[in-house]
């Protein structure tokens, strides 16, 4: 569901013109031929390994900047730079799960789990309290061990940095609605990582 949603807001570009847009400052407007690149290198800011730790259970999250990846939409081509990324959720000592190793493949960009275009400034809806600087990515998750029907999950990431230590905070939440078929029962309702805020540390 994520990849399909992605393709959607991929599709959403209208018109056709061969030039550079800035994912943060343009309208995406542009379709054949266009770049919609990081063009203040904001996703810089989030690459590396980041890692939430509370007691025995622990968050670890790798993200990593993908420059100028290709889109073919019949005979229209669109190049984009991403954010993509896996992560590790340990669990009272249990490892939960660990897609980190999908990093050292050479995948499609949207075959990542975690995968980002989308960077917000103070002027978004999801940014309402962001300083002038501020940004946020917005990232489409995926739980390979969980499909869920109708429900797909959100990460917003926004840099958090306090007493020096690089710091990230992530908003994580369900968006979408999930449904069920008459007459089953769901063998899960949530994903394998908790919905929540989480404040994690660089690596």
């Known amino acids: 569901m994520k990849k399909v949603l992605f393709i959607i807001i991929l599709l959403w570009f209208g018109t056709k013109a061969q030039t550079i847009k800035s994912l943060y400052d343009d309208e995406y407007a542009a379709v054949d031929g266009a770049y919609y690149k990081d063009t203040h290198n904001d996703f810089d800011n989030f690459t590396g390994t980041w890692k939430y730790t509370s007691g025995t259970t622990s968050l670890t999250i790798t993200l990593q900047k993908k420059t100028m990846v290709s889109h073919e939409f019949g005979s229209d081509t669109i190049f984009q730079d991403m954010l993509v990324g896996e992560y590790k959720y340990i669990e009272n000592g249990i490892m939960k799960i660990n897609t980190l190793p999908q990093l050292s493949l050479d995948l499609d960009p949207l075959e990542y789990n975690i995968t980002a275009i989308t960077i917000v400034g103070p002027n978004s809806q999801y940014c309402l309290n962001c300083g002038p600087n501020d940004r946020k990515i917005l ?27 690089q710091k990230l905070k992530l908003e994580f939440r369900a968006a979408g609605n999930r449904m069920v078929e008459v007459g089953t029962t769901p063998p899960y309702t949530s994903y394998t990582v908790p919905f929540g805020e989480y404040i994690l540390v660089k690596q």
């Open 139 to 165: 990232s489409f998750f995926t739980d390979p061990d969980r499909d869920i029907l109708g429900m797909l999950g959100q990460m917003f990431f926004q840099r958090a940095d306090s007493g020096g230590v």
